[in-house]
T-cell receptor, first 114, second 111 residues
Framework: DGGITQSPKYLFRKEGQNVTLSCEQN?????MYWYRQDPGQGLRLIYY???????QKGDIAEGYSVSREKKESFPLTVTSAQKNPTAFYLC?????????????FGPGTRLLVL | RKEVEQDPGPFNVPEGATVAFNCTYS??????FFWYRQDCRKEPKLLMS???SGNEDGRFTAQLNRASQYISLLIRDSKLSDSATYLC????????????FGQGTELSVKP
């Protein structure tokens, strides 16, 4: 099956703890993205990567870190510096088509702070 | 002003109705446009890209007006399964692929 997988589906974080969200794709897409969605709000871009070993900050990168060591994988770490981490985290990957870069999303991870 | 603004919802319509969603964007350099659908507590899924000449996919029609920086989505013959939140999405940079999402418009189709 081709697609984007995210794990875990639910994640609980204790105060002061770093947690890492997994994102894997087997679509052979070059670009990968991390978004955060809060209730009743649109998606906001955290980080994105257009190629292996390179990534850029999005609009709300503070308190987050990423790595892109393999084309298939783009893990996101939510650090203790992120003071309000409770949200729905969505990973996407992109292909370039006639309509520009079309992004496809994984099923998401819900992060809750205990 | 938000970069992408959508009609406030929710839209409550009966089955079989025609419903239209509107969206405006502020960046005149925006290059590509999309409508995504998001079901409750699920990930967004691409509904359709929006082309300059307008495009249709079954019951769904998308229009783009670059001069007015306006995008629309028309759904004909609404089905119960169309109930979802519809996200207007704009790509301001085809190279970087950075998408800007509207906050979404909720549609509820009733029997």
């Amino acid at each position: 099956d081709g697609g984007i997988t995210q794990s875990p589906k639910y994640l609980f974080r204790k105060e002061g703890q770093n947690v890492t969200l997994s994102c894997e794709q087997n679509l052979n897409h070059d670009a990968m993205y991390w978004y955060r969605q809060d209730p009743g709000q649109g998606l906001r871009l955290i980080y994105y990567s257009q190629i292996v070993n390179d990534f850029q900050k999005g609009d709300i990168a503070e308190g987050y870190s990423v790595s892109r060591e393999k084309k298939e994988s783009f893990p996101l770490t939510v650090t203790s510096a992120q003071k309000n981490p409770t949200a729905f985290y969505l990973c996407a990957s992109a292909t370039v088509g006639a309509g520009g870069r079309t992004q496809y999303f994984g099923p998401g991870t819900r992060l809750l702070v205990l | 002003r938000k970069e992408v603004e959508q009609d406030p919802g929710p839209f409550n319509v009966p089955e079989g109705a025609t419903v239209a969603f509107n969206c405006t964007y502020s960046n005149s350099a925006s290059q590509s446009f999309f409508w995504y659908r998001q079901d409750c507590r699920k990930e967004p899924k691409l509904l359709m890209s929006v082309y300059s000449s307008g495009n249709e996919d079954g019951r769904f029609t998308a229009q783009l007006n670059r001069a007015s920086q306006y995008i629309s989505l028309l759904i004909r013959d609404s089905k119960l399964s169309d109930s979802a939140t519809y996200l207007c999405v704009v790509n301001i940079d085809n190279q970087g692929g950075k998408l800007i999402f509207g906050q979404g418009t909720e549609l509820s189709v009733k029997p």
